[in-house]
């Protein structure tokens, strides 16, 4: 009989890893619940026999124990290996796929029909090939949750962890349901942050083309005009012919157009390192205006996220796990460790957060009242429903902010450019209306 190595977490939310002898994956994971333990992973311990050689009997019996499957697989994969898929699969599909999954739930069709009838319906691409993973997987008798979490370009954390929930409280549709209209929430959230900013980039960009048009085109025209005159040019004229030359003839405009994207790769590569990452995170918490934004939407998302999974069952401290892996803030995640380590010591988790200073003191005293009454879910919902409102304000404020900043920024340039190109010729006027007087 296999033996399958297993990791849980016990009533008080400890890790517990052993292994168990079952005879497949079902029967190992319905052994481990049990005894009390929710599972979060589990796989088949391989033996030294079935390593030894090709031709040994228990080998072969593993290799044929589901045939169907593994030729199925064969087939897949051959297909797969002409195909490339790049990137992930877009958030809106995968809202699509999981409310469809959740309706067919509803209505009483199994689990492998369920993803076999919404496979057909993807489009060619990674969703597609993953469902396709997915179906074998489940035909051969693996859960659904552990056959997504081979897919992780697909379905992340977060998602698996709340679809194992539903499988080990038998609200499947129920959770899916919870968990697209959470992703909804959250792209909404996405969707307000970037077209706030999709505005000022847009105008920004094309003031700093037509600019560097100016000053690689027009202004080269009127130095040759400056130069027929007899009188010294202005100060300011200087700096407008120098800036001009340096434009067209020194690479000034590579300079323009390359330095954003050299400081977003730079940053990007900052990123990469925990220190760079923690230091970029707390620098953005400390922009004005933007910083106030940042923060009250991390706030919402990780409200958010852990009110969704502690509403699907999935224990407290597997929960603050995953929102601290998701939260996308590295000084939030510090806190929530904090906070993680505090409630495996047995305190509560109001106390450690309010001493880690990075939320509001509405949102603490909000979460020790949701502990006091037993309704932590609906409260930590509550304070994403009302951040996610506040961030929308901030946005349209700061769209407000932006626009007259940038008129003034851009007059200011226009009328630099305009008073250093006239600026000579009222000169030359009021010298030769000297010299004529």
């Given at each position: 009989?296999?033996?399958?190595?297993?990791?849980?977490?016990n009533g008080s939310g400890q890790q517990v890893k052993s292994e168990i002898d079952a005879g497949t994956s079902d029967e190992a994971i319905s052994k481990v619940r049990s005894q009390g333990y929710f599972v979060t992973k589990i796989k088949e311990k391989a033996s030294k026999k079935a390593k030894s050689s090709p031709g040994d009997p228990q080998s072969t019996a593993t290799a044929t124990a589901s045939p169907a499957a593994s030729s199925r697989r064969k087939k897949k994969k051959g297909i797969n290996d002409l195909s490339i898929n790049i990137g992930n699969v877009s958030l809106k599909v995968l809202?699509?796929?999981?409310?469809?999954?959740?309706?067919?739930?509803?209505?009483?069709?199994?689990?492998l029909r369920s993803i076999k009838i919404l496979h057909?319906?993807?489009?060619?691409?990674?969703?597609?090939?993953?469902l396709d993973d997915v179906a074998t997987d489940v035909e051969g008798g693996t859960t659904l949750s552990e056959s997504m979490s081979r897919h992780p370009r697909v379905f992340d954390k977060l998602y698996v962890n709340m679809v194992q929930a539903g499988e080990t409280g038998g609200v499947l549709d129920v959770i899916l349901q919870r968990l697209a209209e959470f992703m909804e929430k959250s792209q909404k959230l996405r969707r307000r942050l970037k077209g706030a900013m999709i505005y000022p980039c847009v105008v920004i960009?094309?003031?700093?083309?037509?600019?560097?048009?100016?000053?690689?085109?027009?202004?080269?025209?009127?130095?040759?005009?400056?130069?027929?005159?007899?009188?010294?040019?202005?100060?300011?004229?200087?700096?407008?012919?120098?800036?001009?030359?340096?434009?067209?003839?020194?690479?000034?405009?590579a300079y323009v157009l390359f330095t954003p994207f050299?400081?977003?790769?730079?940053?990007?590569?900052?990123?990469?390192?925990?220190?760079?990452?923690y230091a970029l995170d707390v620098i953005k918490l400390k922009i004005p205006v933007m910083g106030k934004i940042i923060s009250k939407s991390t706030i919402a998302r990780f409200t958010r996220t852990l009110g969704t999974l502690l509403a699907a069952g999935v224990p407290i401290l597997e929960a603050i796990n995953i929102t601290r892996d998701t939260c996308g803030n590295m000084v939030y995640e510090k806190a929530l460790q904090k906070?993680?380590?505090?409630?495996?010591?047995?305190?509560?988790?109001?106390?450690?957060l309010r001493?880690?200073?990075?939320?509001?003191?509405?949102?603490?005293?909000?979460i020790d009242v949701g502990e006091e009454t037993g309704d932590m879910d609906k409260m930590l919902m509550k304070i994403a429903d009302n951040y996610d409102e506040e961030v929308d304000v901030m946005v349209g404020s700061m769209v407000s902010i932006l626009e007259p900043i940038m008129?003034?920024?851009?007059?200011?340039?226009?009328?630099?450019?305009v008073i250093a190109v006239f600026y000579p010729y009222i000169k030359l006027l009021q010298t030769m209306s000297g010299g004529g007087g």
């Open positions: 009989m296999p033996t399958f190595q297993y990791e849980a977490l809202v699509q796929f999981t409310r469809q999954l959740s309706t067919l739930q509803d209505a009483g069709l199994p689990i057909q319906q993807q489009k060619p691409g990674l969703m597609r090939d993953s960009s094309f003031a700093m083309l037509m600019v560097s048009g100016i000053m690689i085109i027009v202004i080269p025209k009127f130095k040759k005009l400056f130069a027929q005159f007899k009188t010294g040019l202005p100060e300011i004229t200087t700096i407008l012919v120098n800036i001009s030359y340096w434009m067209a003839h020194e690479y000034g405009w050299v400081i977003y790769f730079f940053l990007k590569l900052v990123g990469k390192t925990k220190p760079g990452r906070v993680h380590d505090a409630i495996r010591e047995g305190e509560g988790f109001a106390t450690p001493n880690a200073r990075v939320c509001d003191s509405i949102v603490v005293n909000m008129i003034v920024v851009l007059g200011t340039i226009v009328g630099f450019i």
